[in-house]
Each structure stands twice: as C-alpha cells, then as structure tokens.
C-alpha cells in the first residue's frame, strides 16, 4: 500500500532518525552514517524529508550545480553496509559525492510513494523493480537533462549510468567521476572505465 505523503510528513515530524543524523554529523559529514528507522544506513548529507518526487528532485540537483543520483539500499544488506563504512569514510569519495551530487535513498522494499519522472506514482518497492534489471543493493542510478526527456523513454533506458551491485573501490570512485565529468555524453562507461584503469599502468 502507498504511503500517503501527508503520512510522510507526519512521520517525519516524529524524527527518531534526525537524533542519529545528529550524531552522525557531529562524527563529520564522511563517517558511516546511522542506521534509519527501517534498518538503512543513512549519510547526513542524503537528501532528508523528500516527497519522492523525481522531477523535483532532479530540479533542485540542477539549481544546487550537482548531478542527480537515487541510491537503492535495503535492510540487512551487507555491502550496503560495507558501502557506508568503507567507501563514504574515505574522504575523496564522500568529498566527491557530496560537493557534486544530490543523493535520494529509497528503499528496495519500501511502500513510501515515489513519482517518477512521467508523473506515475508506485511504491519505492515498485520503483525499483521498474527501473533495475537485477534488484541488487546497493544501486546507484544517475539520472541527467530535463524530466519531460528523460520521462519519454523506457524506466531501464532513463539512467545515464547504473551500478547494481557493489563496485570495487577505484569503479565506484571513477563511476561517479564519469558522470561529473558529463563522459556518458561522448563514451560509454566501459570504454570511460578501461581508459582510466590503463592510466593508473
């Protein structure tokens, strides 16, 4: 059942979670974050309180200067985790991240309801099944341009780049170069990650 966005807001006001953001942005913004209400990890600097409205966010991403990405998480899962404690700690990528990307975390199980780029509305749960082909956590889909364009094609031909599936380090960290770096317009990831894995010689 879709949660409804006045349930969201009046869940949000309860803020048990916003006690463990607190204590994560005391361990500075790149620590392991805490862990939600429903079991996420969460980084003080994902964006808090979304209505899951994709277009908005996209918007708000363009107005901020940053790229958009939607990171796909669920309880329990151990490279989740390993994400959170061994990647986002490393402070050149959660410097990269952060300085360059507007991150919304939804939940491969959730029942809160996300609009997509097309203004259909399902449950996070339904999202992603709609729009990962293998449903595994972590996922990260970097989304680019305008709504109303990237609404018109297929939900699986909508991201510019998608990681399903925990990368190495160095994929993880070039990954996210290659969208800042607007590559995906001129090369496709594999030939981008090639390229920069023969310079590391």
């Not at 003080?44 to 991403?61: K, T």
């Not at 989740?80 to 410097?95: A, L, N, R, S």
């Not at 939804?106 to 099944?129: C, N, P, Q, Y």
């Not at 297929?154 to 990681?163: D, G, K, L, S, Y």
Request: with cysteine.
């Amino acid at each position: 059942m879709i949660m409804n966005r006045r349930v969201l807001l009046a869940s949000l006001a309860a803020m048990p979670l916003m006690s463990g953001l607190a204590r994560a942005a005391q361990d500075g913004p790149c620590g392991k974050g805490t862990l939600n209400e429903d079991g996420l990890h969460v980084q003080p600097w994902f964006v808090q309180g979304s209505f899951l409205d994709l277009a908005e966010e996209l918007a708000e991403a363009r107005k901020e200067g940053k790229h958009f990405v939607v990171v796909v998480e669920q309880k329990g899962c151990p490279y989740c985790k390993e994400m959170h404690e061994k990647y986002f700690t490393q402070k050149d990528i959660c410097d990269l991240i952060r300085n360059n990307f507007r991150v919304l975390q939804i939940d491969l199980r959730g029942a809160r309801e996300v609009t997509d780029f097309d203004g259909s509305t399902m449950t996070e749960k339904e999202w992603a099944k709609k729009h990962l082909k293998l449903g595994f956590t972590p996922s990260l889909l970097f989304f680019a341009g305008d709504a109303a364009e990237i609404a018109g094609k297929p939900p699986r031909e909508r991201a510019v780049a998608v990681m399903e599936g925990l990368y190495n380090p160095y994929d993880f960290r070039i990954l996210f170069k290659y969208v800042k770096e607007d590559a995906f317009k001129t090369k496709k990831w594999p030939d981008y990650r090639r390229e920069q894995w023969s310079k590391q010689g």
